[in-house]
T-cell receptor, first 109, second 113 residues
Framework: GQNIDQPTEMTATEGAIVQINCTYQTSGFNGLFWYQQHAGEAPTFLSYNVLDGLEEKGRFSSFLSRSKGYSYLLLKELQMKDSASYLCAVKDSNYQLIWGAGTKLIIKP | DAEITQSPRHKITETGRQVTLACHQT?????MFWYRQDLGHGLRLIHY???????NKGEVSDGYSVSRSNTEDLPLTLESAASSQTSVYFC????????????FGPGTRLTVL
């Protein structure tokens, strides 16, 4: 079966750095997405990786290793507004998105 | 500005009733999707469409149907609502580009009593 694993919850301190991991086992791979979802709101797109390596976008970076079936989202200079759930999703061989259950990130002052 | 809207935002219904959730996008996207989101689960795909008159079943399509008569709208119908269909429903749309990020509507919270 297809599986996306992420930690359920993480806690970090304002101003610090946090890394949210995602491991996947899917039938094929056509890209990996990270989305942010604030409580009670819709998911919004953060990043996309299809080749191995690091993609940087301001305070957020996303890394992919296809051989290891592994990605992480790195958030730097954490702000209180970064408190949200972070969803990892993989596009499989049918070009359908398979979603992880999400990681709830709690930021403490 | 382009957007994707859903209505109603909240709905309470009774078991056995037919319910239709509306989704309307002004992005002019070909692809549209319906998901449900439940605690402890990732987003699960119900139905999707790649264009007018095209509809496809997703992972959890039993008890749901969709129709696509124009580019902008993909209504989701629960034929006979069941308590197991209590959930938050999200509609999304995307382009045909390689980085086909999905744009999500605000969601509909459905409670089936």
């Amino acid at each position: 079966g297809q599986n996306i694993d992420q930690p359920t919850e993480m806690t970090a301190t304002e101003g610090a750095i946090v890394q949210i991991n995602c491991t996947y086992q899917t039938s094929g791979f056509n890209g990996l997405f990270w989305y942010q979802q604030h409580a009670g709101e819709a998911p919004t797109f953060l990043s996309y990786n299809v080749l191995d390596g690091l993609e940087e976008k301001g305070r957020f970076s996303s890394f992919l290793s296809r051989s290891k079936g592994y990605s992480y989202l790195l958030l730097k200079e954490l702000q209180m507004k970064d408190s949200a759930s972070y969803l990892c999703a993989v596009k499989d061989s049918n070009y359908q998105l398979i979603w992880g259950a999400g990681t709830k990130l709690i930021i403490k002052p | 500005d382009a957007e994707i809207t859903q209505s109603p935002r909240h709905k309470i219904t009774e078991t056995g009733r037919q319910v239709t959730l509306a989704c309307h996008q002004t992005w002019n996207h070909n692809n549209m999707f319906w998901y449900r989101q439940d605690l402890g689960h990732g987003l699960r795909l119900i139905h999707y469409s790649y264009g007018v008159q095209d509809t496809n079943k997703g992972e959890v399509s039993d008890g749901y149907s969709v129709s696509r008569s124009n580019t902008e709208d993909l209504p989701l119908t629960l034929e006979s609502a069941a308590s197991s269909q209590t959930s938050v429903y999200f509609c999304a749309s995307s382009t045909l580009a390689e980085v086909d990020e999905q744009f999500f509507g605000p969601g509909t919270r459905l409670t089936v009593l």
